[in-house]
């Protein structure tokens, strides 16, 4: 293997950190020509800075604990694992931040640009968005290629000592990665979703007050969250999912005995990156097209450019029939992930007939809005798990699971593109927020309000998307922990195995319970200060009553943060030890069934109850203040903690788990 390839990955990964750097600089020369909003945005920008800097510091003793329960269990070589699990955790962590400097900043200029057009909100949005895709994908393959160099260096490149040394070692960095997005999804949306359903109740249900209006003490705190949640939690959740994707499938080919099989996926990686980053640059939203079909098209663009681009890549490595094997493999998950979003997109639209029948349920009141919603969110895992199975399938059937593993890192190769849109979503909603605060004209407000619900469908898009590759590469993680554990058959007859299935399956439950209960404790005392503040009429000191909200909240919310990783990661540990090899495979599989399922069924119901409210605050069935308003409202609440706390959850501990069972290979 010639190693002038590895400038491949490392040149992709500095092209991706320069056009990072080049827009954050892009996005803080640009002119605002307004100070009235302008004051919130920046008021905005320090207290989310301020928020995910003490989720760091509130994280850092899980991830020094977790640190030294890695050296002592461990022995020899095998420690230096500790290294790449501390050096995951501190890059996940820095692209977070980088993520949110660029969303934070974008948010003015799309407000600003909202007073003329929404192509040009849409435009900027999705560049500040790019910052987050870019970053997270760019920064993480140059450290991961950086490190594998340097263990090879010093332990060699021969299969057996990629498969048995170097690439083990290196997976801790996705450890590290995962423990970080474990810290910033959960904390970050048990408080946004505490202040979110706090400014629905109060504000809009109680007191009749328009989305993000100035009277509303919470709404503040709901914009922080937005950040806090879908910008920072979002970029290190996929932090965790590129590093697994891209380290299972190297290990899977070093495992085969053929070291160009180990390199071959951070060839694909780099190539991928350097599609994602031509096309961005040539991409185009015309004035008169759809945007929300354009920016599909973008999406879809870009992975078939990722494909292309990819099967030439192989062939510097492969001969043609095989290269041709690998990327049939490469394509089942791209198209997976294709397919998936579009479902998706479709199951949340606010034009489509989903969202449309849910808000015409709330005529007849609450109860048949739930009931709508559920049945619509049961029913839509149906179509995207039979697309799964298809994609799982066509990977397999083209180079076994080694093209399984290909293909959970298709899906990871367009997170530039795929999680830039979701973070745009965002940038959108915060930039509706922002004409609120800053009075701006109604037709300002029209049009960030049609951009929001084309915002909440990208949003949907993307934990579809999420799902998807959470699924993929935790069968690529099992596929890694059953060889490097010696099993050759998982008999499921077999009692521990049979105790480990329902075990990893209870496990989604038991999380999902625990963090719907710390939401609910944070959002009782949240929507009592409210009250409080309503009661008191201390409508004269609001920007200090606001941020005063905000500090209560934050700390009520970061007590969970280290009970909450405890459970995660103690729990594998502890049946690692009191069960066996096999124990421990069934809570995999059991794991990965009702996780993938109940991800699906928590993003697309709050999804669907979410634009329900949007659909009927554009005028339809009654229009605001109705009765209809009232019951689509309650739905989005209930939704708001499925969608973007317990749905996102399920998607970082499916993966973690297979990745601390990996590690725990050998002890």
């Known amino acids: 293997m010639k190693q002038t390839l590895f400038m491949i990955p490392l040149g992709a990964g500095l092209a991706g950190l320069s056009y990072v750097i080049f827009t954050l600089l892009y996005l803080k020369r640009k002119h605002v020509n307004d100070q009235g909003f302008l004051h919130y945005a920046r008021h905005v920008r320090f207290l989310t800075f301020r928020f995910v800097w003490k989720e760091y510091r509130k994280g850092l003793p899980v991830v020094i604990l977790t640190a030294g329960g890695l050296f002592f269990l461990k022995t020899g070589i095998s420690r230096l694992t500790v290294i790449p699990m501390i050096l995951g955790s501190v890059v996940s962590a820095a692209v977070a931040l980088i993520g949110t400097a660029g969303a934070t900043r974008a948010n003015r200029y799309t407000v600003q640009a909202a007073r003329n057009s929404t192509t040009e909100a849409l435009r900027l949005a999705l560049r500040g968005g790019s910052v987050l895709g870019f970053s997270l994908t760019s920064i993480s393959l140059g450290v991961i290629t950086i490190i594998f160099l340097l263990l090879q260096l010093f332990f060699g490149n021969t299969p057996e000592s990629l498969a048995a040394i170097v690439l083990p070692t290196l997976f801790g960095y996705a450890l590290g990665a995962g423990i970080s997005a474990l810290i910033g999804r959960t904390s970050g949306g048990i408080f946004a979703k505490a202040a979110d359903m706090s400014a629905d109740l109060a504000g809009k249900l109680d007191r009749s007050l328009d989305e993000d209006d100035p009277r509303n003490p919470a709404v503040l705190a709901d914009t922080v969250g937005d950040n806090v949640n879908d910008i920072a939690g979002l970029s290190l959740d996929l932090s965790e999912s590129y590093a697994a994707a891209l380290l299972a499938s190297m290990l899977v080919g070093a495992l085969s005995g053929r070291a160009e099989l180990a390199f071959l996926p951070l060839l694909l990686a780099g190539s991928g990156l350097l599609a994602s980053f031509v096309l961005l640059l040539f991409h185009y939203i015309p004035e008169q097209m759809n945007p929300g079909r354009k920016v599909m098209a973008i999406a879809i663009g870009a992975h078939l450019g990722i494909l292309v681009i990819g099967f030439f890549s192989s062939l510097l490595l492969l001969k043609i029939d095989e290269a041709c094997r690998i990327i049939g493999s490469y394509a089942g998950g791209i198209l997976s992930g294709i397919s998936l979003s579009l479902l998706a997109a479709y199951y949340t639209a606010e034009t489509r007939r989903p969202v449309i029948s849910t808000a015409s349920a709330a005529r007849y009141g609450t109860t048949p809005v739930i009931l709508q ?181 934050q700390k009520r919310t970061l007590k969970y943060i280290f009970p909450t990783c405890c459970i995660v990661l103690v729990f594998p540990v502890v049946f690692w030890f009191i069960g066996d090899e096999m124990m421990l495979g069934g809570i995999i599989i059991g794991n990965l069934v009702t996780g993938t399922f109940l991800a699906l069924f928590l993003n697309h119901t709050g999804g669907v109850w979410d634009n329900a409210k949007k ?53």
Request: aromatic share 10%.
């Open 615 to 667: 659909y009927v605050e554009a005028g339809g069935y009654g229009g605001k203040n109705s009765e209809a308003h009232r019951a689509v409202i309650i739905g989005d609440t209930i939704g708001d903690p499925m969608k973007d706390l317990a749905g996102p959850a399920m998607d970082i501990v499916m993966k973690l788990i297979p990745i601390i069972a990996i590690i725990l290979v050998g002890v």
């Open 373 to 553: 919603g559920f049945s619509l969110g049961m029913g839509s895992t149906v179509l995207p798990i039979l697309v799964f199975i298809g994609g799982l399938y066509i990977s397999y059937s083209f180079a076994g699971f080694y093209g399984v593993t290909l293909a959970a890192l298709g899906l990871m190769t367009g997170a530039p593109v795929h999680s830039g849109i979701d973070a745009a979503g965002t940038i959108i909603d915060n930039a509706g927020a922002f004409t609120m605060l800053g009075m701006f004209t109604p037709a300002s407000r029209e049009r960030t309000d049609k951009l929001d619900a084309m915002g909440n469908s990208f949003n949907a898009v993307g934990k579809g998307y999420t799902v998807c590759s959470a699924g993929f590469i935790t069968i690529a993680l099992f596929v890694v922990y059953k060889k490097l554990a010696g099993l050759e058959i998982i008999d499921l007859t077999e009692i521990h195995v049979l105790l480990g299935i329902i075990i990893g399956a209870g496990f989604s439950f038991f999380l999902s319970a625990y963090l719907f209960r710390a939401l609910q404790r944070v959002f009782m005392k949240l929507r009592d200060d409210i009250e409080e503040i309503y009661r008191k009429g201390l409508q004269q000191n609001m920007h200090e009553l606001r941020e005063q909200l905000i500090l209560t909240a």
